[in-house]
């Protein structure tokens, strides 16, 4: 069965610090990766990870996927409080129409 | 338009009603998808649309539920009889090109509450 498997669940840091969010997953036919930022309710696409090792950076967020071991990692630095959301990871299989979802990590990031 | 668009925001229905909630998706784009998603859970998918023809409806829960994209633009899920376990925000997303190949854009949902 495919499972993706998001940890935290939830994570409450001060502004300025840094965090790692964790994906990890076990599907057939992997073919990509991808985090979403969730606020309010529309999830907002922030990365697409195909390849092994290769480090996809926007401004002061960060992912990178490992293939090999199945997960990939978001990385905020510097947080603001506007980074507080539910962060989505997902994943795409090949020959499928849907993408896969985690549960979410629930980041509050308090002043 | 400039994004995807979801109406009702919020939809409020009695046991047994039948609701409409409607997806009109980024101009151009050919594929669009339903999901639902329930409190504290991720997305899980409904159903896929290539422009007009609904190439997977292996995610609808039960024949309750029913969606079309007659004009391979806007979409319409529909859901019969609602039950409470249906309460859950419906969000519906699109894509430029194929399933499989392009990113997905969400809408901002319609939350239902089945009372």
């Known amino acids: 069965e495919d499972k993706v498997v998001q940890s935290p669940l939830s994570l409450v840091v001060h502004e300025g610090d840094t965090v790692t969010l964790n994906c990890s997953y076990e599907?057939?036919?992997?073919?990509?990766l991808l985090w979403y930022k969730q606020e309010k309710k529309a999830p907002t696409f922030l990365f697409m990870l195909t390849s092994s090792g290769i480090e996809k950076k926007s401004g002061r967020l960060s992912s990178i996927l490992d293939k090999k071991e199945l997960f990939s990692i978001l990385n905020i630095t510097a947080t603001q409080t506007g980074d507080s959301a539910v962060y989505l990871c997902?994943?795409?299989?090949?020959?499928?129409?849907?993408?896969?979802f985690g549960t979410g990590t629930r980041l509050t990031v308090i002043p | 338009g400039a994004g995807v668009s979801q109406s009702p925001r919020y939809k409020v229905a009695k046991r047994g009603q039948d609701v409409a909630l409607r997806c009109d998706p980024i101009?151009?784009?050919?594929?669009l998808f339903w999901y639902q998603q329930a409190l504290g859970q991720g997305p899980e998918f409904l159903t896929y649309?290539?422009?007009?023809?609904?190439?997977?409806k292996s995610g609808l829960p039960s024949d309750r539920f029913f969606a079309e994209r007659p004009e391979g633009s806007v979409s319409t899920l529909k859901i019969q009889r609602t039950q409470q376990e249906d309460s859950a925000v419906y969000l519906c997303?699109?894509?430029?090109?194929?399933?499989?190949?392009?990113?997905?854009?969400f809408g901002a949902g319609t939350r239902l509450s089945v009372l």
């Open positions: 101009s151009g784009h050919v594929s």
């Open positions: 997902a994943v795409e299989k090949t020959g499928a129409n849907n993408l896969f």
């Open positions: 649309f290539q422009n007009e023809a609904q190439l997977d």
């Open positions: 599907v057939t036919n992997f073919r990509s």
């Open positions: 997303a699109s894509s430029y090109g194929l399933a499989a190949k392009n990113i997905q854009y």
